[in-house]
């Protein structure tokens, strides 16, 4: 075979790039190619520049496997916004002799690695190899995106210190964590460490809610809480929860700047969601003349370059392997490029075509399922308004007095929470 294998990463980091990196290069050499480490994604080849890389050796790579971050660090560029960017990218691999592109990164990544195999008109082969803690790309067999489970054990550790932390002070912590579309990380991060609390964006079952939605649920689970005799928890809120709601309410509030990053997303790092809704909540038992003491964390960037766990070491090692193993033509012979991935246990590719939403044209997400028994068996254990409650005399009647209004406000108030 000629022409050398090249290997970006895109997006932001995940546990188990470098494991990755590492099966890939040993592969490759092992079959007699040469293979070019990019740095910085796409950044650099969108403005045809070949310098941003280094040739890696076996021994460059032979105990990178079990470390965090990336040895070819990351970026978000985005080659797919202009036709010469893209030009610009194939005419840079075509000078460094690229002939098998693996990239690896998400959602975003797979769409720009698909669009740079289609504009190099079968020149490259492209294989994308699946990489978020989000866990939201639509991958067989329910298998996780490689990353999320060293995030979720890393996080819920986080979490579960803090829960001891909010018992012993008797006071409450809003822990944001990321996800930009869906709530997996932070549904399994909650009902890993028990918290009292997840918030999920799939629960609202809609496109937009506006940021009282969010407080009034939050502010009935405290409600409950006191009503049941504690004065502390922790409550779970996804990230993407900062996307649902109107840009022009977020501008609104003082301090914060809505900005979007080169994919078009809102840059939700910017978003003080955690702080944001603690001062809303905060400022809500102070109209009852009540203090909460709230502490405000936001978790996501102590999780993405975290040494990754044995499961995601071995995963991205198969994931490796099954990328350079395609590209040297032993599965789907006919395809240029796909995704690889696992299904029951065997290497599959995925067309990038069977990736894409027709509706959006972008590739699809992985929402949480809120009707499977992972999500119901989360709910049950949470401390959560209900119907039930509101149905029962004697818990409606100790809710009304935490909250100090009479029973009729408070089902005004608060019956729309037990809905969701």
């Given at each position: 075979?000629?022409?050398?294998?090249?290997?970006?990463?895109?997006?932001?980091?995940?546990?188990?790039?470098?494991?990755?990196?590492?099966?890939?290069?040993?592969?490759?050499?092992?079959?007699?190619?040469?293979?070019?480490?990019?740095?910085?994604?796409?950044?650099?080849?969108?403005?045809?520049?070949?310098?941003?890389?280094?040739?890696?050796?076996?021994?460059?790579?032979?105990?990178?496997?079990?470390?965090?971050?990336?040895?070819?660090?990351?970026s978000r560029a985005n080659p797919?916004?202009?036709?010469?960017?893209?030009?610009?990218?194939?005419?840079?691999?075509?000078?460094?002799?690229?002939?098998?592109?693996?990239?690896?990164?998400?959602?975003?990544?797979?769409?720009?690695?698909?669009?740079?195999?289609?504009?190099?008109?079968?020149?490259?082969?492209?294989?994308?190899?699946?990489?978020?803690i989000d866990n939201d790309l639509?991958?067989?067999?329910?298998?996780?995106?490689?990353?999320?489970?060293?995030?979720?054990?890393?996080?819920?550790?986080?979490?579960?210190?803090?829960?001891?932390?909010?018992?012993?002070?008797?006071?409450?912590?809003?822990?944001?964590?990321?996800?930009?579309?869906?709530?997996?990380?932070?549904?399994?991060?909650?009902?890993?460490?028990?918290?009292?609390?997840?918030?999920?964006?799939?629960?609202?079952?809609?496109?937009?809610?506006k940021l009282s939605e969010v407080?009034?649920?939050?502010?009935?689970?405290?409600?409950?809480?006191?009503?049941?005799?504690?004065?502390?928890?922790?409550?779970?809120?996804?990230?993407?929860?900062?996307?649902?709601?109107?840009?022009?309410?977020?501008?609104?509030?003082?301090?914060?700047?809505?900005?979007?990053?080169?994919?078009?997303?809102?840059?939700?790092?910017?978003?003080?969601?955690?702080?944001?809704?603690?001062?809303?909540?905060?400022?809500?038992?102070?109209?009852?003349?009540?203090?909460?003491?709230?502490?405000?964390?936001?978790?996501?960037?102590?999780?993405?370059?975290?040494?990754?766990?044995?499961?995601?070491?071995?995963?991205?090692?198969?994931?490796?392997?099954?990328?350079?193993?395609?590209?040297?033509?032993?599965?789907?012979?006919?395809?240029?490029?796909?995704?690889?991935?696992?299904?029951?246990?065997?290497?599959?590719?995925?067309?990038?075509?069977?990736?894409?939403?027709?509706?959006?044209?972008?590739?699809?997400?992985?929402?949480?399922?809120?009707?499977?028994?992972?999500?119901?068996?989360?709910?049950?254990?949470?401390?959560?308004?209900?119907?039930?409650?509101?149905?029962?005399?004697?818990?409606?009647?100790?809710?009304?007095?935490?909250?100090?209004?009479?029973?009729?406000?408070?089902?005004?108030?608060?019956?729309?929470?037990?809905?969701?």
């Open positions: 075979m000629s022409g050398k294998v090249g290997i970006l990463v895109g997006g932001g980091p995940a546990p188990g790039i470098n494991s990755v990196i590492n099966a890939v290069t040993i592969e490759a050499i092992n079959n007699g190619l040469e293979v070019v480490g990019i740095y910085d994604g796409f950044e650099h080849l969108m403005k045809a520049q070949t310098t941003f890389v280094r040739h890696l050796t076996i021994s460059d790579v032979s105990r990178i496997h079990i470390e965090g971050g990336s040895i070819l660090r990351t797919t916004k202009k036709a010469e960017d893209l030009q610009n990218v194939v005419r840079a691999l075509k000078e460094l002799q690229v002939r098998y592109l693996v990239t690896i990164g998400g959602d975003d990544t797979a769409f720009s690695a698909s669009s740079v195999m289609k504009v190099s008109n079968g020149a490259l082969r492209v294989a994308h190899v699946p990489k978020t639509p991958l067989p067999g329910g298998m996780p995106t490689f990353g999320f489970e060293t995030a979720r054990h890393v996080g819920t550790e986080l979490v579960y210190n803090l829960m001891q932390d909010s018992r012993t002070t008797n006071r409450w912590y809003f822990v944001v964590v990321m996800g930009r579309k869906a709530g997996h990380l932070a549904l399994g991060i909650g009902k890993a460490a028990s918290a009292a609390l997840t918030v999920i964006g799939e629960e609202f079952r809609k496109e937009r809610i407080c009034d649920l939050l502010e009935a689970a405290i409600i409950k809480r006191k009503a049941l005799g504690r004065n502390d928890g922790l409550a779970v809120i996804a990230e993407g929860i900062g996307e649902m709601i109107d840009p022009k309410e977020l501008a609104s509030i003082p301090g914060v700047v809505v900005e979007t990053d080169p994919h078009g997303h809102i840059r939700l790092s910017e978003i003080p969601l955690a702080t944001i809704l603690k001062r809303e909540i905060q400022k809500r038992f102070a109209q009852r003349d009540e203090k909460i003491n709230i502490i405000d964390v936001t978790l996501g960037y102590e999780l993405r370059c975290a040494r990754p766990t044995p499961f995601d070491i071995d995963y991205t090692r198969t994931l490796g392997y099954g990328a350079m193993r395609f590209l040297l033509g032993e599965y789907e012979e006919n395809l240029t490029g796909g995704m690889v991935c696992l299904d029951n246990g065997r290497i599959r590719i995925l067309p990038f075509e069977e990736l894409i939403d027709p509706s959006t044209g972008r590739t699809k997400v992985r929402m949480v399922d809120i009707n499977s028994e992972h999500y119901r068996v989360a709910r049950s254990y949470m401390i959560r308004l209900t119907r039930k409650d509101l149905q029962d005399e004697e818990m409606l009647s100790r809710l009304t007095r935490v909250a100090r209004i009479s029973r009729e406000e408070f089902l005004e108030k608060f019956s729309k929470v037990a809905e969701i």
